[in-house]
């Protein structure tokens, strides 16, 4: 079951059953710290097996040094100073699911990689040059990962924005097209929200929220065969 996007409305998801529970980032709204504990209570509440969590660009507290140069100034000037540190406990603390950032986990004989990074763009969290900066940080993504969750989509799938123009990552594009994942799960261009298949990689974006904020997109549900040990694949 893959969710994104829920911006703080996380409470608004009507779940549908599954083993596996995704969220692809953008928790919160810019960072605010009530909603990631609320949120982290939620999620955690969740009746799956294995629950996993990524951060957004929107996520500012989480990327402290984003934080506190740039994200304390413009977006909570007339709030009290957060804690990034304290925002970064609540999602890495919690047993009741499993905070990626930039690491790989097994699940279910499935190797799951998660990364939080997008082509940067107006000082948001976890903003990454496109090239060669981007192209370093895709390459961590392992050779055997199952399925991806990032939080930007790559370049030409789901990528297009209102105003006419595709802002995926090409590097992302040019990693999966190694890798091969089954499964590619983000978000973050919400009106790119949808499924698609190409090579062998199903890809998703699942963001919860419209373009104007509101939490009406529902969960999108995938199926995978089951894996063995051995890497085989079953029906």
Known sequence: VCISDTHGKHKNEALPEGDILIHSGDITNCGEVGQLRS???WFAEQPFRHKFVIAGN???TIEKEVYEKVGRQRLHSRM???SPDEAREILCADDGFTYLEDEAVMCENYK???SP??????GWAFGVARGRPAKAIWKNV?????ILITHGPPHGKHDLCFHGKRVGCEELMARILTVKPLLHVFGHVHEGRGVSTS???TFVNASSCNLRYRAENEPIVITLPHKTKSNHLTD
């Open 39 to 41: 949120f982290a209570k």
């Open 58 to 60: 929107h996520d500012v």
């Open 80 to 82: 009290p100073m957060m």
């Open 112 to 114: 799951i990689y998660g």
């Open 117 to 122: 990074w997008t082509p940067e763009f107006g």
């Open 142 to 146: 392992p050779e055997d990962c199952d």
């Open 199 to 201: 090579d062998g990689t």
